[in-house]
């Protein structure tokens, strides 16, 4: 199978991304070093501008639409992350975005994501078909499409965070055995893995789901895309992704 992307494509999104989004620390806790009886760094993307790592993808996208294609908008999906990253970086592009959100996200997302200038259409997560209602907005509005992980532009700016974090160990001198990654959508997980195996080859890259939401790891164990059970909850409430890209 074709590599969507490479290592290049995420230098590049790093390129578009200074001076754009935080480059976060590496941290870390001694009582935490010592109840996993080892060294072990975070990235807290929690610092980053919108509160997740959402916003390099967003703005790695739409930083490359065409005039025309800006003039006529976005259109996107989300339960609050993406959509707050979405709204964020066309504000700065002065693009207008349109956003389909749950009508039961919580309420600091959605009043963020109209802070941020976005235009907020909600539905009923359980009865009703996100990406379908923001699909008919785009047709409608000749709007541009923003998936939240489905597109290489946001698996290159997602990727970023996994190239900070090889760069940064590198600068320490460490060789880190594994880095974990919290996996919804996969777009995340999946550029980071392309950074961080280009520069750190022999270091493993894993993915953490919580359970009930380990669609990622059993697509990998079937070899076919597997779905979450659409009765699953979790306090994660950012995750909506019911099947890995």
């Known amino acids: 199978m074709t590599a969507i992307i490479d290592v290049t494509d995420v230098e590049e999104a790093a390129q578009r991304l200074h001076g754009v989004a935080v480059r976060t620390p590496l941290i870390e806790s001694a009582d935490l070093n010592e109840r996993a009886g080892g060294r072990v760094l975070l990235k807290p993307e929690c610092l980053q501008r919108t509160g997740s790592f959402k916003i390099r993808g967003a703005y790695n996208l739409l930083s490359q639409l065409s005039p025309a294609q800006s003039a006529r908008g976005v259109v996107a999906w989300s339960s609050g992350n993406h959509a707050q990253g979405v709204a964020a970086a066309a504000g700065m592009l002065g693009i207008h975005a349109a956003i389909v959100m749950p009508e039961d996200a919580p309420v600091a997302k959605l009043e963020n994501t109209r802070r941020l200038g976005g235009e907020v259409i909600t539905y009923d997560r359980y009865s009703g078909d996100r990406e379908g209602i923001a699909r008919?907005?785009?047709?409608?509005?000749?709007?541009?499409?923003?998936?939240?992980?489905?597109?290489?532009?946001?698996?290159?700016?997602?990727?970023?965070?996994?190239?900070?974090?090889?760069?940064?160990?590198?600068?320490?001198?460490?060789?880190?055995?594994?880095?974990?990654?919290?996996?919804?959508?996969?777009g995340l997980t999946a550029g980071s893995a392309v950074a961080i195996k280009d520069r750190l080859p022999d270091t493993q890259v894993q993915t953490v789901e919580p359970a009930g939401f380990d669609d990622t790891a059993r697509s990998l164990a079937e070899g076919v895309p597997q779905n979450v059970d659409p009765d699953a909850r979790s306090i994660c409430d950012a995750l909506q992704a019911h099947t890995p890209g």
């Not at 541009?144 to 532009?153: A, C, I, K, Q, T």
């Not at 590198?170 to 996996?183: H, K, N, T």
């Open 136 to 186: 008919e907005i785009a047709a409608e509005r000749g709007a541009e499409l923003v998936p939240s992980y489905d597109h290489e532009h946001i698996i290159a700016g997602q990727g970023t965070v996994g190239l900070e974090i090889a760069e940064q160990c590198l600068d320490q001198d460490l060789r880190p055995a594994r880095v974990l990654i919290c996996c919804g959508g996969g």
